[in-house]
């Protein structure tokens, strides 16, 4: 079963996409500050890292800075960023994340793009 | 409409009886039929077509990979799934040629049924069977004459681990069958976005060694007609340089499947061009980049869903030739790889069969994901074909 | 008759020195050479003698009338002279003795340690013996006829917690040989240390325990020569070594192989494990669902049968009935189903019965021996070899009443496997199947196994090597050539044998023999 990590402070998106991604028989984990998540990444080894940019303590950025410095192959990380932020954008690609979504984002999209990119929605009899 | 058929092969009438009661399930859409060793596989093959056969390895009389190299012979298009216990590491690598998908004892049902399943899949819309037949006849991927002095350097008691991960990196046909163990418990646990340099990290340079040696052996080094030589180098040039330039186009996570599919894009045309000179039973159209009138594209594709490897590269070889139009929230894999192979089409290292598509390029470096990198993507290109052009100069004898 | 000289005069012209003893050796007469050469001091002709000759002396005098010894001059030194002792009328003797110092080669000493030509010599000979008992690492002692210490070196004092002077003078085998645990002390004439004086033989090897002074046991190899041979009073000296590394070091490296041969048959274990494995998970799944398509028949027929359906028809509820069943497969279920039961526990039963072999297999020995059931360790190392056997052969046992027998279960388990394994590969590249077979027997006091096949059989000119350590007829990393050697040195240590009998394209047969009751006075 293919594991996916939730770091948001917010309660509200934690809570969503836990819903979503639980009913499509992902297992969901999830962290509400920067600290929690990196011991998170570590011990859990998740196959998919969705981030919030904007949060308490280590922000986001400090995050992916810190899960990119992990041992072992990187992990896909899905960035969400506030609309508001114009820039937010480019420096979340110049930093490394793989995915990119400005808020509001639904679920169902959060959702298509993990199956993409877990490979499980594309069938080969797609190709 | 008939069903498709699956042939079970084992010396233990107790693992044939579990097997069919187990997939008891799918009695109503797939015949599946039962041997009980190699010689009555081969006579039930030879009465009625089979789409799948699964075999033990450890049998009396014809073991497991004697019966599976023979039916890659003689019936090419049936799609060979090993199922077998522990293997000793010599013959693990028999193993490694003679089948397409490697499953370990004690399987549950549920795995076996998901691998049959996947493999009745084929992925050549227009040419099914003659792409699966080509393609499934395949045991192991050639190297070009040009560089087996390199493969020859692995095989060394000397070679470390640095040279055998560059080796492997450069080489097609072995950057493939690696992949393809990879997925196998046989060939070590896997690490999980297995790129080539992992992969060979898990397994260890004995293994790689072993099993570069062994596909090595089922080629000659005969050099193929001249001109067919040089078509096949400037493909792989032009492989080995997306594979570079790719490195800084795709995310890092997205990188190591990114790499696999850049290296791999034209393994249909490496593998329909290596046969053996004469052969009547297949023609070439090098201007149509058929053989048999299978696109070689659909021929490589085919291969590698036969193998196993991860969707991702698949997907990624099999759209190579599709203009891309990647989401904003990222390129992903594909859009990756095409993205690369276009600016490489802008240098020395382009691949000539196909064209330029300047549009649909600027359209893919104007994505937010390759704008934000900085990079000014004609010279980086240039730096990965100069790169591709070296390492091919240092073959030249 | 006399020449009507004074006997004085002439015996005083005489070079050489001459005395009249009577017994035991009081001096009465010394001749002038003799007094101005060897003393007048001493009555006891005796005290003349280095006292290093003296025993031979003593000896020589009983037996034969010339000798050589060394005597004391004047200024103290010793020199080496010949000795002659002629008896007279009247119970007396006349020596003479003839300073052959000078001489060259003197003759044999006529004791173990050699001997000087002067007492610096002597001194040196002395220093040297002491030196090398002292820093010989082996112990090493003394004992008279009657089995009392009389010299015992540094490494023997070390290894034993006693100091030599402890010990002198006592009863050596009271010292080093333990009460055991339940009993007395065996009897002194029992010591097998003792039993090799008297005989004169030398040189044997014996396995003991000695105790140490704190009472703790070590094991040791001991080996006895005698002393003097035959004199009057008989000795004997004892080398021992400390044989307990060794031993480990022994039991480890069997243990060892015996872990590299389960090693080889792992990849075999593996398959034959994981393939019941593999059935019984199967069938298991199988059952599951079996057990819902019945369970959903039954309550079809339920439904059928109750009154609350009312008016229903009957046609209507077998028609229900029948639809249910077919699509459960009734018939195919009633088959199945008690089928994949019993083949399940079969599945069950071989992996507890490999799995047992395999713990019996690698079981540890101890150096003690037990007795054992033989046969029952032939089928164990059958099962767990049965992977590399079972392509290449069929295996007829033919086992008969066998007793324990008193062995080292691990080492013969051993023995076995590698027999086994032998065979198999023998019959390996025939094509057809072989046949291997297996018998045992009690025959008199011995316990006789044969390891049978039909393969291509053993030339003459190779039968002799082949017990021989590292000699092998297999390709590199099939096998060392350490298998028959160890079966040969385990049937040793059993005190029995192992022969081979062998017609070339007939058939090779490995005949092992051991006592029943284990090697006779073998120590533990």
Not at chain 3, 151 to 163: H, K, T, Y
Not at chain 3, 335 to 343: H, K, M
Not at chain 3, 403 to 409: G, K, N, S, T
Not at chain 3, 469 to 498: C, E, N, W, Y
Request: with cysteine.
């Amino acid at each position: 079963m293919a594991r996916v990590l939730v770091i948001d402070d917010d309660p509200a998106i934690r809570q969503l996409l836990t819903d979503v991604l639980e009913m499509e028989d992902y297992e969901v984990s999830i962290a509400a500050d920067g600290l929690s998540a990196v011991r998170a990444v570590e011990a859990a080894s998740p196959d998919f890292v969705v981030l919030d940019v904007m949060m308490p303590g280590l922000d986001g950025f400090g995050v992916l800075s810190a899960i990119r410095a992990l041992d072992g192959e990187p992990v896909p990380v899905l960035m969400l960023t506030a609309a508001a932020e114009p820039d937010a954008g480019s420096r979340a690609w110049a930093n490394g994340v793989d995915y990119y979504l400005a808020k509001p984002f639904s679920a169902d999209t959060v959702l298509d793009l993990i199956d993409r990119a877990l490979t499980r929605q594309v069938n080969v009899s797609d190709l | 409409m008939t069903l498709p058929r699956a042939l079970f092969v084992d010396d233990e009438p107790r693992v044939l009886d579990g097997l069919r009661r187990s997939l008891r399930g799918k009695r109503g859409e797939w015949e599946m039929v039962f041997a009980e060793g190699g010689a009555e596989a081969l006579a039930l093959l030879a009465q009625a077509p089979f789409d799948v056969v699964v075999s033990d390895m450890r049998m009396p009389g014809m073991d497991g990979a004697e019966l599976l190299t023979q039916i890659s012979k003689t019936h090419p298009e049936v799609a060979r799934v090993v199922l077998s216990g522990h293997i000793e590491p010599d013959a693990a690598i028999q193993v490694s040629v003679a089948g397409h998908r490697f499953l370990t004892k004690p399987s549950d049902a549920q795995s076996l049924i998901d691998v049959i399943e996947q493999l009745l899949i084929r992925t050549s819309s227009a040419h099914q069977r003659e792409a699966r037949r080509i393609a499934g006849g395949v045991r192991s991927i050639p190297t070009l004459p040009e560089h087996a002095g390199d493969i020859v350097a692995l095989l060394a008691p000397d070679a470390n681990l640095s040279y055998a991960v560059r080796t492997a990196t450069h080489d097609i046909g072995l950057t493939a069958k690696l992949l393809q163990l990879s997925n196998s418990r046989f060939f070590g646990e896997r690490p999980r976005n297995s790129s080539v340099e992992s992969i060979v990290n898990a397994m260890g340079v004995p293994m790689v060694q072993a099993v570069a040696g062994a596909g090595h052996q089922l080629w000659s080094p005969d050099v193929p007609d001249p001109a067919i030589a040089r078509h096949l180098q400037t493909a792989w040039r032009h492989a080995v340089a997306t594979a570079c330039l790719v490195e800084s186009v795709a995310s890092p996570a997205n990188r190591p499947h990114a790499q696999a599919a850049a290296l791999l894009q034209d393994v249909g045309r490496l593998v329909c061009l290596s046969v053996p000179a004469g052969d009547p039973h297949s023609s070439i159209d090098l201007a149509a980049a058929t053989r048999d009138g299978v696109p070689f594209r659909d021929v490589g594709v085919e291969l590698l869903h036969l193998w196993g490897l991860p969707l991702p590269i698949v997907a990624a070889v099999s759209q190579r030739d599709v203009p891309q139009q990647p989401d904003a929230s990222g390129l992903g894999v594909a859009a990756a790889v095409r993205t690369a192979h276009l600016l490489i089409q802008q240098t020395e290292s382009r691949d000539p069969a196909v064209g330029t598509h300047e549009e649909e390029l600027a359209r893919l470096l104007s994505h937010p994901q390759l704008k934000a990198q900085g990079i000014a993507w004609p010279q980086a290109a240039e730096e990965a074909s100069r790169q591709a052009g070296l390492w091919s100069e240092h073959d030249k004898p | 008759m006399s020449a009507g000289i004074d006997a004085h005069l002439l015996a005083d012209s005489i070079p050489h020195s001459v005395w009249v003893l009577s017994a035991p050796a009081t001096i009465d007469y010394a001749n002038r050479h003799a007094l101005e050469h060897l003393g007048p001091e001493h009555t006891d002709w005796n005290a003349l003698v280095h006292a290093d000759d003296r025993d031979a002396v003593t000896r020589d005098w009983t037996i034969a009338n010339e000798w050589e010894c060394r005597l004391r001059h004047a200024d103290g030194s010793f020199r080496r002279h010949s000795v002659r002792l002629a008896p007279v009328p009247g119970g007396r003797w006349i020596a003479t003795a003839t300073d052959i110092s000078h001489r060259e080669t003197p003759a044999p000493p006529r004791q173990r340690d050699a001997d000087g030509p002067d007492a610096a010599g002597a001194e040196e000979a002395r220093a040297i013996r002491s030196v090398v008992m002292d820093d010989m690492a082996e112990g090493l002692y003394t004992v008279d006829g009657a089995g009392l210490l009389t010299s015992l070196n540094r490494a023997g004092a070390e290894m034993l917690g006693w100091d030599e002077q402890d010990l002198l003078g006592t009863s050596i085998h009271a010292a080093v040989h333990a009460p055991p645990p339940a009993g007395t002390q065996a009897p002194e004439h029992d010591c097998p240390l003792r039993e090799n004086h008297p005989a004169g033989r030398s040189g044997q090897t014996v396995d003991d325990i000695f105790v140490r002074r704190d009472g703790s046991t070590f094991q040791v190899a001991c080996s006895v020569a005698p002393l003097a041979a035959g004199a009057a009073t008989a000795g004997a000296v004892v080398t021992f070594r400390d044989m307990t590394e060794v031993r480990r070091a022994e039991l480890e490296a069997r243990h060892d192989q015996k872990l590299e041969s389960l090693g080889r048959l792992s990849a075999g274990l593996a398959h034959e494990i994981n393939t019941p494995i593999q059935f019984v998970g199967d069938n298991t799944r199988f059952l599951a669902g079996a057990y819902e398509d019945m369970l959903e028949l039954l309550l079809v027929y339920r439904e059928c049968m109750t009154p609350a359906l009312g008016e229903l028809a009957w046609t209507e509820r077998t028609q229900r009935a029948q639809a249910a069943e077919a699509k459960a497969d009734v018939e195919y279920l009633a088959t199945e189903i008690p089928a994949a039961v019993s083949q399940s526990l079969e599945g069950v039963d071989r992996v507890a019965s490999l799995v047992r072999a395999m713990k019996s297999f690698s079981y540890k020995d101890s150096s003690e021996q037990t007795y054992a059931d033989l046969n029952e360790a032939i089928r164990t190392t059958l099962t767990v070899a049965r992977n590399e056997v079972k392509y290449v052969a069929d295996v007829e046992l033919d086992l008969g009443e066998l007793p324990d027998v008193l062995c080292h279960r691990g080492d013969l388990n051993q023995v076995f496997l590698n027999l086994l394994v032998n065979a198999a590969d023998a019959l390996e590249g025939n094509g057809e199947r072989g046949e291997i077979r297996i018998s045992s027997a009690a025959v008199g006091p011995m316990a006789v196994i044969r390891f049978a096949d039909n393969g291509s059989g053993i030339a003459e000119h190779i039968r002799q090597s082949i017990f021989d350590p590292f000699f092998t007829t297999k390709g590199v990393g099939k096998g060392t050539g350490q298998g028959l050697a160890l079966a040969r040195a385990v049937l040793d240590k059993h005190g029995g044998s192992i022969e081979v009998q062998s017609v070339l394209g007939e058939g090779t047969e490995f005949i092992l023999r051991l006592p029943i009751d284990g090697r006779q006075g073998a120590s533990a």
